[in-house]
């Protein structure tokens, strides 16, 4: 076992090293698929149709809400290289993810923009929008980023120069 987790440790990517992997247990998907179906039959028995109604809103605008702000971060802080994002809809990893390796502290950075001014777009809209909107869309929007800010926590200690993989079954932190 001992022997296994030094091969793992040693492996490289180009000139990084591996340094750490989580691997995505089944308890954390389980647990992340049944909080979006306890959300929805809240908002069916809650709101009926209207809850239905914001269900389809909540999801779809909370992707175009985070990819517009994954856009137009990567443009100001970035390099913008389009090729490594894309959409994945393999729980827990849906949505608009990098589809290649990402530098931890862009990612960082990214999903703090991305949380702040996600808020901050669904609290524009409430003017126009009834209360089971504004809730599908505020529990969308944190349904969504929540597997993303616990694999983050995860790394807080983590060097900021190093480069994160996410895969389907885990996720890969190397460094030089």
Known sequence: MRGALVEQIKATIYQYQLVRKIV???ELLWSHLVIALVLSIFQLLMYRLDGAIAIGIGIAATQIIHFIIIRLTLIRVDEPDYKRWGWRIFPPWIGYIP???IELALFRRLHRHMLWLGLCAIGVAYPWATEAQMISLISWHLWFLAPR???LRQFRKARRDGVL???ASDVS????
Do not use: A, L, W
Request: aromatic share 12%.
């Open 24 to 26: 995505v247990r089944k």
């Open 99 to 101: 589809t290649s390796h």
């Open 149 to 151: 800010i616990i694999m």
């Open 165 to 167: 993989r996410i895969q």
């Open 173 to 176: 932190y190397y460094h030089r």
